[in-house]
T-cell receptor
Framework: GAVVSQHPSRVICKSGTSVKIECRSL??????MFWYRQFPKKSLMLMAT?????????EQGVEKDKFLINHASLTLSTLTVTSAHPEDSSFYIC??????????????FGEGSWLTVV | AQSVAQPEDQVNVAEGNPLTVKCTYS??????LFWYVQYPNRGLQFLLK??????LVKGSYGFEAEFNKSQTSFHLKKPSALVSDSALYFC??????????????FGQGTELSVKP
């Protein structure tokens, strides 16, 4: 299957600082990428949908100024958690939908990034 | 609105026995249904999907799922469970592409535990 890479896999940052998480589609072009947040043993909460070259669409209740999403190319999307607080500590997962009609039905997920804010 | 329900938080099965992880859905229009598996501290791995065609869908690692339109269900099954199948399983439905880019709506997840 298609490969989606997330970096870093784990990051610890100080409260008040910003941290960036990258999501890359390694062997396909992703017109759309999705960012999720997951609490331990819980379901995934969609934060936002990003399309290459346009602004992200945020889900209700997600602060767009706090969780900055950029989809600069067909293979890269970034999530920046600004002014991080301990309650932002979580497992963040990105996913990507391949470009093209025939391959566009399946969404592939990255390995996730653990963020700990101290 | 699209939604997915996984009625069981946990399923316990003995190794070698068949397993079923339940999923029901509610969609307007044709359902695009998916199953994913998540191992501890990992991302989600795609198992299988139903878009159209045969109601019985075969996927990775010996898993299969049966689409039942009348019961609006898409239960995940495996004839003989392995201890290594122990993980968190998610059922998902995809909204249409013209509506928010085809995002996935997930069920709450079912933790599968297979004992030796």
């Amino acid at each position: 299957g298609a490969v989606v890479s997330q970096h870093p896999s784990r990051v610890i940052c100080k409260s008040g600082t910003s941290v960036k998480i990258e999501c890359r589609s390694l062997d396909f072009q992703a017109t759309t990428m999705f960012w999720y947040r997951q609490f331990p043993k819980k379901s995934l909460m969609l934060m936002a949908t990003s399309n290459e070259g346009s602004k992200a669409t945020y889900e209700q209740g997600v602060e767009k100024d706090k969780f900055l999403i950029n989809h600069a190319s067909l293979t890269l999307s970034t999530l920046t958690v600004t002014s991080a607080h301990p309650e932002d500590s979580s497992f963040y997962i990105c996913s990507a939908r391949a470009r093209g009609f025939l391959s566009g039905n399946t969404i592939y997920f990255g390995e996730g990034s653990w963020l700990t804010v101290v | 609105a699209q939604s997915v329900a996984q009625p069981e938080d946990q399923v316990n099965v003995a190794e070698g026995n068949p397993l079923t992880v339940k999923c029901t859905y509610s969609v307007s229009g044709n359902p695009y249904l998916f199953w994913y598996v998540q191992y501890p501290n990992r991302g989600l791995q795609f198992l299988l999907k139903y878009i159209t065609g045969d109601n019985l869908v075969k996927g990775s690692y010996g898993f299969e799922a049966e689409f039942n339109k009348s019961q609006t269900s898409f239960h995940l099954k495996k004839p003989s469970a392995l201890v290594s199948d122990s993980a968190l399983y998610f059922c998902a439905v995809r909204v249409p592409f013209y509506n928010q880019g085809g995002k996935l709506i997930f069920g709450q997840g079912t933790e599968l535990s297979v004992k030796p």
